[in-house]
């Protein structure tokens, strides 16, 4: 994963036709979120990341906990990314983990 700010023309145009993406919904704001060695704050509008280059990532988060301002747990896991392909993952307010949707709900994405 390359942060856009370091990226060509070039490869800018190579991954938004040929990278992944991972559709994150319902995500808290205020949590950290992370992909290989880049980390964010999510904010309100925060949907995913895009323009992933093809092979295995590592994905991080940790949310803050829903009923405090403590943090919760920090986790972790792989996902890999074909050419074009798209991952989406649902926040679980009960479990406070990312997991996959439904299939037929992913195939809309």
Same mark, same amino acid.
């Given at each position: 994963?390359?942060? @856009? @700010?370091? $990226?060509?023309?070039? &490869? *800018?145009?190579? +991954?938004?036709?040929?990278?992944? *993406?991972?559709?994150?919904? =319902? #995500?808290?704001?205020?949590?950290? #979120?992370? $992909? =290989?060695?880049?980390? /964010? ?9 895009? $323009?992933?280059?093809?092979? !295995?990532? +590592?994905?991080? /988060? !940790?949310?803050? *906990?829903?009923?405090? =301002?403590? !943090?919760?747990?920090?986790?972790? #896991?792989? %996902?890999? #990314?074909?050419?074009?392909? !798209?991952?989406? &993952? ?7 983990? %990312?997991?996959?949707?439904?299939? =037929?709900? *992913?195939? &809309? /994405?």
């Amino acid at each position: 994963l390359v942060c @856009a @700010a370091g $990226m060509d023309h070039d &490869r *800018a145009i190579n +991954l938004c036709q040929q990278g992944g *993406a991972l559709l994150v919904l =319902d #995500f808290p704001k205020g949590g950290t #979120f992370g $992909m =290989d060695m880049h980390s /964010y704050t999510t904010g309100e509008k925060f949907q995913g990341v895009k $323009m992933i280059p093809p092979g !295995v990532h +590592l994905v991080h /988060y !940790v949310a803050s *906990a829903s009923q405090s =301002d403590t !943090v919760g747990n920090a986790c972790t #896991f792989f %996902l890999h #990314f074909a050419p074009r392909s !798209v991952h989406v &993952r649902r926040w679980c307010l009960d479990t406070e983990t %990312l997991g996959p949707v439904p299939e =037929d709900e *992913a195939n &809309r /994405y």
